[in-house]
């Protein structure tokens, strides 16, 4: 198994964690995202969105779209299962994941603030408030959803950990590599640092991955 990831990225972060969580170690091949060496020729070979990550399980060619490889894994691998059983519970946990990786995450990636800065001229500061602009329309939203459902327990789905833990901790990640302020979000908070003490996790952090620095 090979995985294509960068330290950096938020949505190799998301599949570092299912993967550990399964145990699984792939070969890991850096492509360094803010060289741009995602836009290589060999790269968009491999994915022609020119996007992290991409997975190669067997055979190729590689998968791609971090929540449809984690469905895959969860698929092909599945214990612990990473989705509850009951059908509302399963479309909460993915609702909740697509929040942050359909509705966030594409907003705040280097090609969308690149473009920013090259066709709109927006200077550094002017795309880091568009960054925490949409990094805070989704903490709030994670957070009403997860103060006040009775599903919300230890974890965002009660007591088993979901891909909406996964994704949920990577928009944390992403926020505080954009400074964004996290005190309005506590039931976020209280979240993330439950999964943090986990070691799939941990490991997973993109400040522990290989070539990252040891702070933002
Ligand atoms: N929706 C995709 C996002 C993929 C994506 O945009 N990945 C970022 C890193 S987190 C990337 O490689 N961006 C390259 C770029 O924007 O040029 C997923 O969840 O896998």
Avoid at 43 to 50: A, D, G, H, L, Q
Avoid at 83 to 107: F, M, N, T, Y
Avoid at 177 to 184: A, R, S
Wanted: glycine residues 6%; neutral net charge; charged residues 25%.
């Amino acid at each position: 198994m090979k995985l294509f990831s960068f330290w950096r990225s938020l949505a190799s972060y998301r599949v570092r964690i299912a993967l550990n969580l399964k145990g699984l170690s792939p070969e890991v091949i850096d492509v360094d995202l803010m060289k741009g060496h995602q836009r290589d020729p060999k790269f968009r070979e491999v994915n022609p969105m020119m996007a992290l990550p991409a997975l190669v399980d067997g055979e190729g060619p590689a998968l791609f779209e971090s929540l449809a490889i984690i469905e895959y894994i969860d698929e092909v691998y599945p214990q612990p299962p990473l989705l509850p059983k009951e059908p509302k519970a399963r479309a909460r946990v993915r609702g909740l994941a697509q929040i942050v990786a359909a509705d966030s995450h594409p907003l705040i990636v280097p090609r969308v603030r690149e473009y920013l800065a090259r066709e709109f001229k927006i200077d550094e500061a002017g795309v880091a408030k568009w960054a925490q602009h949409w990094h805070q329309a989704a903490l709030s939203g994670l957070e009403e959803h997860l103060a006040t459902e009775k599903d919300t327990g230890t974890y965002c789905q009660g007591e088993q950990v979901t891909i909406a833990d996964i994704c949920l901790a990577s928009q944390v990640a992403g926020a505080n590599f954009f400074k964004v302020d996290l005190t309005p979000y506590p039931t976020v908070n209280r979240i993330v640092a439950a999964c943090a003490k986990i070691d799939a996790f941990a490991r997973a952090h993109p400040l522990k991955q290989p070539g990252a620095p040891a702070t933002t």
